[in-house]
């Protein structure tokens, strides 16, 4: 049967614009790949969304009510996985968009997941920690009955962390009675976290950084690498992509960036943050602006902040060879065309920030045999994971001539479809 190539009507209260840019992938890589009709239409839409109202008493005394949300794309291949993010910008159709992308990203790195994801619009940076742990607390007892070791794994997204992640296990045990370590990931260490998990998301993306620069046959000593955002991804990405010999050139937070075209000094940079609280005003540097960053002349281009950052406004005047979406949705889908036909090889977000997902993988299957293993094995895991990953995107992109965008949602989408074939549609 032909794929649809777009459906009429609007049918979902989903279908914002960050929604309908990640149902546009599906379409396009449907058409491409002739999925069959009713697969395709099944695959359009989340399989279930939660909207909650969360009430938190504040420091003040006062009573402030905050809107959440819990998505399911899709769960053919076991318990729904994704992140939970706190950000003004939190909706529906963001949410469900995300959560989306979470199902293509667990299938093209094999694990047996289907994808969620969840957030609260605030602003969280606004928030005591006090404040901060009663609306996560809140928002968990709100949605408990969608989520469990079985049933959807939460872990941390923007603004979301291993605190985070040890009050919503908390929550979660209390109300069910016993100690339930793997409701989440992302937890830490000594409540039953994976060694490495941290770092992952950071470790994948300078893994594909190196592997894609092998892939374009580079063979300059110290590649130049500019990063925008400098968080949990940016900042471990850094880290790794010096210790292996690159020229890091540029680094932003959301006050602003900085550059040194000879390359900054990262682990000076790091301790610095950590008295300063940002990278402005760092010793060599020059000011740069997020935007700027984007457009500076350099090898490698890792945006690893927010989405739709790289626009059909400016991707046109990108400097680099190679980008790698350590954010979700960092490229809109008109920049992504002009990349491609400017030659510009992207390593998509399902794709390179994956490690995160893939030791959150780690963590409940490490959970679930009560038996841990040592951050080498974690890290050795995780490159044999993303390596066989890389290796299948850029060959399939390769051979089809296609998008590695399309190539890695191919890979994604086709795994999804075949189970689901099998499964049938019950009843
Ligand atoms: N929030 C991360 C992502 O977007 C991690 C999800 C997880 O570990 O479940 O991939």
């Avoid at 908390?170 to 990931?185: A, M, R």
């Avoid at 402005?280 to 927010?306: H, M, Q, R, T, Y």
Wanted: glycine share 10%.
């Amino acid at each position: 049967m032909a794929a649809v190539k777009s459906v009429a009507k609007p049918t979902m209260e989903c279908e914002t614009e960050h929604f309908l840019a990640a149902q546009r992938q599906l379409d396009e890589i449907a058409e491409e790949m002739c999925l069959d009709r009713e697969l395709h239409e099944r695959l359009r839409y989340p399989k279930r969304a939660l909207i909650v109202t969360v009430p938190v008493r504040m420091d003040d005394g006062s009573v402030k009510t905050f809107t959440g949300y819990r998505v399911h794309h899709d769960v053919t291949l076991g318990p729904a996985k994704g992140g939970i993010r706190f950000h003004p910008e939190v909706n529906l159709g963001e949410v469900s968009g995300l959560a989306m992308l979470m199902t293509w990203k667990c299938a093209l790195m094999g694990l047996p997941y289907g994808g969620a994801k969840g957030g609260i619009r605030c602003e969280p940076w606004n928030l005591s920690a006090g404040e901060n742990e009663r609306l996560t607390r809140r928002y968990t007892s709100e949605i408990i009955n969608l989520i469990g070791p079985d049933k959807d794994i939460p872990a941390p997204d923007m603004y979301t962390n291993e605190q985070t992640m040890a009050w919503i296990m908390d929550t979660y045990s209390i109300n069910v009675g016993h100690t339930v370590p793997s409701v989440v990931t992302g937890k830490p260490v000594s409540i039953g976290g994976s060694f490495g998990r941290t770092e992952a998301t950071g470790r994948g993306v300078a893994y594909c950084a190196r592997r894609a620069v092998a892939h374009l046959g580079m063979t300059k000593e110290s590649p130049t690498v500019a990063i925008q955002g400098f968080g949990n991804v940016g900042s471990v990405t850094a880290k790794l992509l010096h210790q292996a010999g690159y020229k890091i050139v540029a680094v932003s937070d959301v006050h602003g960036g900085i550059h040194n075209p000879n390359g900054l000094d990262i682990p000076r940079l790091l301790a610095y943050i950590s008295e300063m609280g940002k990278v402005e005003g760092f010793a060599g540097s020059s000011a740069v602006s997020n935007k700027e960053l984007l457009e500076l002349p350099c090898d490698v281009l890792i945006p690893a902040a927010l989405g739709g950052q790289i626009t059909d406004a400016n991707a046109k005047k990108l400097q680099c060879q190679i980008v790698v979406e350590g954010a979700n949705g960092p490229t809109t889908p008109e920049a992504d065309m002009i990349l491609h036909e400017r030659g510009i090889m992207v390593v998509p977000d399902i794709l390179a920030n994956a490690g995160g997902v893939t030791v959150s993988y780690f963590e409940w299957v490490q959970g679930m045999m009560h038996l841990f293993w040592s951050e080498e094995e974690v890290n050795q895991r995780l490159e044999q994971i993303m390596g066989r990953a890389c290796d299948q995107v850029f060959e399939l992109s390769t051979k089809s001539k296609l998008r590695t965008r399309l190539a890695a949602l191919r890979i994604g989408v086709s795994r999804i479809a075949e189970a689901k074939r099998l499964r049938g549609l019950y009843p």
